[in-house]
C-alpha cells in the first residue's frame, strides 16, 4: 500500500491510495479531479473507486467531474450525507476491498455532518495501518459541529477513532495543524508536546511542506478535544465530565482569534 497527498484549493487535501500488487487505487476527497486522475496515470494506476468523508464541497465537489473521466468508478459516501454523485452509500462497519492487498473499513464520524465517514484503511501486515478522517479529527483539532453535538464528537474522537491501533497514520481533511496547535498551548501551555509540535509544524510548513500524517497516539498528546477525556484538562476550561469539556474546548476555538 502507497499514500500520496495532493494539496487542492486553498488548504484540503486529496489522497492518493495504491494497492502495489494489482496497481488499482482508490482516491480520498478529490475536488480537484484534474490533479488526481494525472497522478494516477503517472503512478500508471488505475482508480477504481472515490472515498468521500462527508458532502461538504470542498470534498465532495469533484465527484461529478472524476465520474465523467473515470467510466465505472465507484464513489463512496455516507447513507446519512447526501454526497454527491454517490453510487454506493456506506454506514459503519461497512468494508471495501481495493486490489489484492487493501482493505477499508467505513468508520461513522458524526458532529461536523450527520453522515460523515472516516476510512481505516490497512494494507499488509508489515505496513502501518492509515485513516482518513475528513473534517472529523485534524491534527490538534476537529471540525465544527455543523451538525451534530459534543457528545457526538466525543464518541467520533475519543471513542471511534482513538480505538485504533495507536501506530493508525492519520490523514486528515485540511493544513490547520499551525492555528491548532497555537490554540492547544492555550488550554495546557505547559504541555511539552505540544510545543514540540508546533515547532515542527512551523518548520514544515515555512519550507513548503505538509504537517500529515499524525498518528493515533500523537493525537492524545497534543489534541486537546482526543484529551478532553483526561480530568488534568477537564479542570483546566472548568469542566467536570468529558462531554463537557470538549464542547467548552470548541467554544473557545470557535472564538479565539489566534
Known amino acids: ?151 457526538q464528537m466525543h464518541q467520533s474522537l475519543c471513542v471511534t477513532l482513538a480505538s485504533l491501533p495507536k501506530h493508525t497514520q492519520v490523514y486528515c481533511g485540511h493544513e490547520y495543524t499551525v492555528k491548532n496547535l497555537q490554540f492547544a498551548q492555550t488550554v495546557e501551555p505547559e504541555n511539552a508536546k505540544i510545543k514540540q509540535k508546533l515547532s515542527w509544524a512551523q518548520q514544515q510548513r515555512q519550507a513548503g511542506h505538509p504537517t500529515i500524517p499524525s498518528t493515533i497516539e500523537e493525537e492524545m498528546e497534543i489534541n486537546p478535544f482526543v484529551r478532553a477525556d483526561l480530568p488534568e484538562v477537564q479542570s483546566k476550561v472548568g469542566c467536570s465530565s468529558p462531554v463537557e469539556a470538549l464542547g467548552k474546548i470548541r467554544q473557545m476555538k470557535d472564538s479565539w482569534r489566534g
Open 1 to 151: 500500500m502507497k499514500i500520496f497527498h495532493y494539496p487542492c484549493l486553498e488548504d484540503n487535501y486529496a489522497y492518493l491510495i495504491i494497492d502495489e500488487a494489482t496497481r488499482e487505487a482508490a482516491v480520498v476527497d478529490p475536488v480537484e479531479p484534474e490533479k488526481l486522475v494525472k497522478a494516477a496515470e503517472e503512478h500508471g494506476v488505475r482508480i477504481k473507486l472515490v472515498l468521500t468523508t462527508h458532502h461538504h464541497w470542498d470534498h465532495a465537489g469533484g465527484n461529478e467531474k472524476i465520474k465523467e473521466m473515470v467510466p465505472g468508478i465507484r464513489i463512496y459516501g455516507g447513507s446519512l450525507d447526501k454526497v454527491k454523485a454517490c453510487t454506493d452509500e456506506v454506514e459503519n462497519g461497512d468494508k471495501i476491498s481495493l486490489g489484492a492487498d487493501v482493505n477499508i473499513l467505513a468508520l461513522h464520524t458524526p458532529c461536523h455532518t450527520k453522515g460523515h465517514i472516516s476510512y481505516y484503511v490497512t494494507g499488509k501486515e508489515a505496513e502501518d495501518p492509515a485513516v482518513f478522517t475528513g473534517d472529523t479529527l485534524f491534527i490538534a483539532g476537529c471540525g465544527k459541529f455543523f451538525e451534530g453535538t459534543a457528545e
